[in-house]
């Protein structure tokens, strides 16, 4: 089975994740800056979340590149992973309504953390179909920049019970963490 088919999927899926991510923002009542102010925290939750699924995105085309094949469980591991994706604008949506509430705030990270497990799982279906000794399993290795990332997002959960932003200080922790280019894939092509 061809993976290009799964790539353009992807592709489309993820576009219109983020086109739907920006519709769901509130035009500001006012003309002026004050309006502009009050709109800020969901526009800086917005660039947050256009930024995770961008590194999504761009993680899965880099382990793309190098998979050689793909077969139905593949298929059904990015299908997950999309799942979780595709709530990104309603929980942004959530938080924005309540003003950064507890519930929302935490539901993000589950979200978020339940992406993070969907792409580990895709990563691993991908791995054992190609085998141990495929360009995909020595460019990941041990995975501790997944596994760091998944332990923020599980750790923030709890905490935005205690204090939201300290929640969304992980999660912008996480994006920066990957921001930092991540050259284990670059390096095996």
Not at 34 to 61: D, T
Not at 106 to 135: C, D, F, M, Q, T
Not at 150 to 178: D, E, K, N, Q
């Amino acid at each position: 089975m061809g993976k290009q088919r799964l790539e353009a999927f992807t592709d489309g899926v993820i576009a219109i994740i983020i086109t739907i991510m920006v519709l769901e923002m509130k035009v500001p009542a006012g003309s002026d800056f004050a309006a502009l102010k009050a709109g800020l925290p969901v526009f800086l939750a917005y660039a947050l979340s256009y930024a995770n699924v961008g590194i999504y995105w761009n993680n899965h085309h880099h382990m793309l590149h190098i998979t050689e094949k793909i077969n139905g469980t593949v298929l059904w591991a990015n299908l997950f992973l999309l799942f979780w994706l595709s709530l990104v604008p309603f929980v942004i949506r959530w938080m924005d309504e309540t003003h950064f509430a507890p519930m929302p705030t935490a539901s993000y990270g589950v979200v978020l953390a339940l992406a993070a497990i969907a792409y580990l799982l895709l990563e691993r279906s991908i791995i054992k179909y190609n085998g141990p000794h495929s360009k995909l399993a020595h460019a990941v290795g041990n995975e501790r920049k997944g596994k760091l990332s998944l332990s923020m997002y599980v750790l923030a959960i709890p905490l935005a019970f205690v204090r939201p932003g300290i929640s969304i200080a992980l999660y912008v922790l996480v994006a920066i963490i990957w921001f930092i280019p991540d050259r284990r894939i670059e390096s095996i092509v």
